[in-house]
């Protein structure tokens, strides 16, 4: 997807404040802390078409009103991603600003997922159309 430079100069601007980790680093933490959450903030009908394996869906748009229902540890190990690495620098952003002390935005997000033969479910697993 191509975004406007506007869009990626506020994303890069608050990277710095954010940890960003690759997949197999993501991989790794899922498999030592069995309660650490791997979450996608995609829209809904991105969801749909298919994600990774085991995650869990809250929205770009509702994951700060509906977090501390779904995750009320704000020391959960919550680990966001979305298509491509964007969304997940400024859903996570908010969610440390919310107090959440151990949140992680996945480099390369769905997209990279995909690419490297990540686990996938729903839709036809692949993200397709």
């Known amino acids: ?60 748009g509702i994951i700060e009103r509906d977090i501390v229902a779904r995750v009320p540890d704000k020391n959960a190990e919550l680990i966001l991603y979305c298509g491509g690495g964007y969304r997940s620098v400024l859903a996570a952003v908010n969610l440390q600003a919310m107090g959440y002390t151990r949140v992680r935005s996945l480099i390369g997000g769905f997209r990279n997922m995909q690419a490297s033969g990540h686990p996938m479910e729903g839709g036809c697993g692949c993200g397709c159309p």
Do not use: C, Q, Y
């Open 1 to 60: 997807m191509v975004h406007s430079s506007e869009f990626e100069d506020l994303v890069d601007s608050l990277r710095s404040r954010v940890t960003e980790i690759t997949l197999e680093e993501a991989k790794r933490r899922l498999g030592e802390n069995p309660r650490a959450l791997l979450v996608d903030v995609r829209e809904d009908h991105e969801w749909e078409k298919g994600r990774a394996k085991g995650a869990v869906h809250m929205g770009r």
